[in-house]
């Protein structure tokens, strides 16, 4: 890897320059070190992306719910005010038929049935 390569060409030259501290040694160094730090950070990232993707199935499931509960909610308040509209401007009506088919049938029942009409 080019992080071991960097590792030999400054041995080698730490043995030429008989432990002599050379620009290049300094810069090579220092590049090193950023490669190792690149290297940690991007594993600690790994272990976070882990980690969240370990309950990532519990946390879809719990939205999944809360969708389908506000959709439920949302159906629920729609029916609710397309009732109390139709009964804004059918209601006096469908009192009135709901009445009569109350009394006719009711009095179909009892002579068929027994039932007694009140």
Known sequence: TETQALNDEWRNLFRENQG???????KLR???ALGRETLDEFEDL??????????LPWKTADAANRYISEHN???ETHAEWLWNEFMKEHGQKLIQ??????????????????????
């Open 20 to 26: 002599n501290m050379t620009p290049r040694m300094k």
């Open 30 to 32: 220092a590049e090193i």
């Open 46 to 55: 790994l272990e976070a992306h882990a980690a969240e993707k370990e309950f």
């Open 73 to 75: 909610r949302l159906i």
């Open 97 to 118: 038929i709901l009445g009569l088919l109350k009394m006719t049938l009711g009095r179909s029942a009892s002579s068929v049935i027994g039932v007694v009409h009140t």
